[in-house]
């Protein structure tokens, strides 16, 4: 999280113009700024998964949300 991604540095660093868009908070409208991934599948990216994936802001981006719900899956069935 909050890491850049794939050639994003080095396409930034070359760019003239840089426009920001941003999507809709899918929890509360806001602007989002985050990805919330809602699979635990090993890949980094998953294409054209739109259902893998939730648009969400800062306050509603929860981190790590899919290793804690494993390891809760795994507590409970141990």
Do not use: N
């Amino acid at each position: 999280m909050g890491m850049p991604f794939g050639p994003m540095p080095q396409l930034l660093a070359i760019a003239e113009d840089v426009t920001k868009l941003h999507a809709v908070c899918i929890k509360c409208g806001r602007p989002a700024h985050f990805s919330q991934r809602l699979v635990p599948i090993a890949e980094r990216i998953i294409v054209g998964a739109s259902d893998a994936y939730e648009a969400r802001c800062r306050r509603c981006f929860i981190p790590g949300i899919l290793e804690r719900t494993a390891l809760f899956a795994t507590l409970k069935h141990s």
